[in-house]
């Protein structure tokens, strides 16, 4: 044998005398291209043998490249005549971009591969769901990608490759890709490294990676770092279709998944959106101004369950001297129950006057009863008139029993009698008035069921146990801030909490 | 068992039937420079068949795809000439199909041998099909 050295001078001299015939080639390879847009088959024949030659030569003078290019051409002028009967111009014309990379190649041998985008784009065929699927194949070695690329353009997709882990990185930082085709063993990033990086960078995108025979460990552990399937070298057509139909149909899942979320999400923001109009709305609704009443003062506040809620108050001076004071709770809470509280808040404003609550109410729910029989649902009420001068309040208590009367001596009235049927519920009594007086120091409580459903030792116990919780209050608004702290308005509550408190002193 | 009469077990000269002067260079420089092997080319299947017969090579390596006579057009001719019957044949071919390496193998090759083959490895490769070869034929 003689010294390698001498040997590898001998094969270096050959690299360059191959060197510096590639740009003759280059211009072959057009004449070829010209003639078979001209005249067809001889033109492509040649195309063909001189492919083939540079895709057999090129890798042994040191250029894989140039193998490269040359192989991927030879093969689509290999599908173009095997797909076409008649070759016209346009027949050739997916070819165009075949012929300028391996030209392009030719020219500048020694490009470096890693900025180097062999794209194939505006390719027949394939095309299921009116778009093509564009892949990039990551390889260093080059008969891979050839054979990818063959394969991929034929069945339809749109391909790109690069040949190392970084430039995969930069080239998917600027192109949308839905499939990756990935190699583990590279020199420089490895492909477990790239996989961990596009995890993060475009979690929609598939990645199927490429594995050396016997190294199924490192398919499982790129399986784990969230690649979605994996392709054994070497493979043949048959494994390589399996495998793209499989991850293919996940992509599809996946992207008609994302979609949907997506609509969903903003549905779903517009409807909180509606929702948060809605509540500033129904907030705008309740009176936060109190009546000017000489000896008295009020208190009242509302928190509802949702964003909106079915418990309201109201109140009028309906003459000199008079307020009227409505509570309402709606069955249920959220939109429905806050639909019907706008509507039973507007009869109310309407129809209450200064008569006595009886005659209020039964106006009221003479045209809220059909109504609420509609719609399934009822409204407890607490409909209270004051007379300022005397303190004497007459009330109608139409199912709510959230109510009572804290004495100046710390006492509680518990119940106030008597208690009627909800709004909405069929009727069979007339509405029947209570009368309860307010003296200095007293206060009248009206709160809804909520604080009640929050607290439901109170329930059990009756309206004696807020006894040593209002004890003491010197006005409404302290006495309404101690039923309010009986209850975490912070977590989550099971129903609207509302409360009013009107004290005389 | 008797020893087939063909049975060598060094293997001295090389004939490469290969149309393409590129390829035909760098496998003489590999072959012969860097392998010692004595190397002879023809570059068509018909040249290939004139000089076989009588060029008393050891190993005969054929391209595939050749204008005129193919490769494996070639090899099946090869065989049919009863000096070349048992002369182990190798293909070269820029083809990763795996069911077509299967159809080559079918037709008789010892090996087949990818292109494009990196100068520096392609002695090693020869041989070392070779050395399966030789102990196959051995035992």
């Known amino acids: 044998m003689v010294p390698l050295t001498e040997a590898e001078q001998t094969i270096a001299l050959l690299r360059a005398q191959y060197t510096q015939q590639l740009p003759q080639r280059a211009l072959e390879v057009e004449d070829a291209w010209r003639r078979a847009q001209c005249e067809g088959a001889p033109g492509l024949v040649d195309l063909r043998m001189l492919a083939h030659r540079l895709a057999g030569s090129g890798a042994s003078y040191g250029f894989p490249e140039v193998s490269t290019s040359a192989r991927v051409l030879e093969s689509a002028v290999i599908g173009t005549v095997g797909r076409v009967n008649t070759q016209t111009v346009a027949d050739l014309a997916p070819l165009a971009p075949f012929v300028e990379s391996l030209v392009l190649r030719l020219r500048a041998p020694d490009a470096p591969v890693d900025t180097e985008l062999i794209t194939y784009d505006d390719l027949p065929g394939g095309d299921r769901n009116g778009r093509a699927m564009r892949v990039l194949v990551v390889d260093d070695d080059y008969d891979i990608v050839a054979i990818l690329t063959i394969s991929l353009i034929q069945a339809g997709y749109k391909v790109a490759s690069v040949s190392s882990g970084e430039a995969a990185i930069e080239y998917l930082l600027e192109t949308p890709t839905d499939l990756v085709i990935l190699d583990v063993l590279m020199p420089g990033m490895s492909g477990l490294q790239v996989l961990e990086y596009l995890r993060d960078l475009v979690p929609n995108m598939a990645v199927i990676v490429t594995t050396a025979h016997g190294s199924e460990e490192v398919a499982i552990g790129a399986l784990r770092r969230g690649a979605d399937d994996y392709l054994r070298k070497p493979f043949d057509v048959r494994d390589l279709r399996v495998t793209l139909g499989r991850t293919v149909e996940m992509v599809e899942l996946r992207r008609q998944n994302a979609e949907l979320q997506q609509q969903l999400e903003e549905k779903h923001q517009r409807l909180e959106k509606e929702l948060a109009r809605a509540a500033r709305v129904q907030a705008d609704l309740l009176p936060s101004i109190f009546p000017s009443l000489p000896g008295y003062d009020m208190a009242a506040r509302c928190v509802p369950a949702r964003n909106v809620g079915g418990d309201f108050y109201d109140w009028q001076i309906v003459a000199p001297g008079l307020l009227n004071l409505t509570f309402g709770d709606v069955m249920g809470k959220g939109m429905p129950a806050a639909l019907l509280m706008t509507a039973i808040r507007a009869v109310m404003r309407s129809t209450a006057r200064a008569v006595s609550p009886a005659i209020n109410m039964r106006y009221a729910s003479g045209v809220l009863e059909p109504d609420l029989e509609g719609a399934g649902s009822f409204v407890t009420m607490f409909h209270a008139q004051l007379e300022v001068q005397t303190g004497r309040v007459g009330y109608i208590d139409a199912g709510h029993g959230c109510a009572f009367v804290y004495r100046a001596d710390g006492t509680i009235d518990p119940d106030l009698e008597p208690r009627g049927v909800p709004v909405g519920v069929p009727r069979v009594d007339p509405f029947i008035e209570g009368v309860v007086v307010l003296n200095p120091g007293d206060a009248l409580v009206i709160f809804s069921d909520g604080l009640l459903d929050a607290r439901p030792d109170l329930l059990a116990a009756g309206n004696r146990a807020f006894e040593p919780v209002v004890a003491g209050a010197p006005d409404a608004r302290e006495l309404l801030d101690r039923l309010f702290a009986l209850v975490d308005i912070e977590s989550p509550l099971p129903d609207d909490l509302t409360a009013v408190v009107l004290m005389r002193h | ?139």
């Open chain 2, 1 to 139: 068992m008797p020893l087939s009469p063909t049975t060598r077990v060094t293997l001295r000269h090389i004939l490469i039937v290969e149309d393409d002067p590129d390829i035909q260079i760098i496998a003489r420089v590999a072959l012969e420079a860097i392998g010692g092997y004595q190397v002879t080319i023809c570059s068509s299947g018909e040249e290939a068949l004139q000089v076989a017969p009588t060029s008393d090579a050891d190993l005969i390596m054929l391209d595939v795809m050749m204008p005129g006579l193919d490769g494996p057009s070639t090899m099946t001719q090869l065989k049919q000439i009863s000096a070349l019957r048992d002369t182990p044949m190798i293909f070269m071919t820029a083809c990763v199909q795996p069911s077509e390496v299967a159809d080559y193998l079918a037709l008789g090759a010892l090996a087949v041998l990818s292109k494009p083959f990196s100068p520096l490895k392609l002695p090693q490769e020869v041989a070392r099909i070779w050395s399966t070869y030789g102990s196959a034929d051995r035992s």
